[in-house]
């Protein structure tokens, strides 16, 4: 496994999302929510898109990915934090 959840990840890829019509561009940033482990191995991942007309400032969707389609973000800071 590349991942568990909780893990912090950014997109490697272009792709489509499952559940809209959106394209999410490749660099978006997510959060893993679920993993499936099996003969394919799999990760639900809420990622995060900019949406300004929103408090917060984003929407998100869920999608599936696999190993190939994301990196881990190697340093996280919470949204908001300050040093």
Known sequence: ?????????????????????????RGTHGTIVECYRGSKVGYAVDLELSDETLVGGYSYENVILTEDQFELETEVASPGATD
């Open 1 to 25: 496994m590349k991942a568990n959840e909780n893990d912090r990840v950014v997109t490697t890829i272009d792709m489509a999302a499952d559940f809209s019509d959106r394209i999410i561009p």
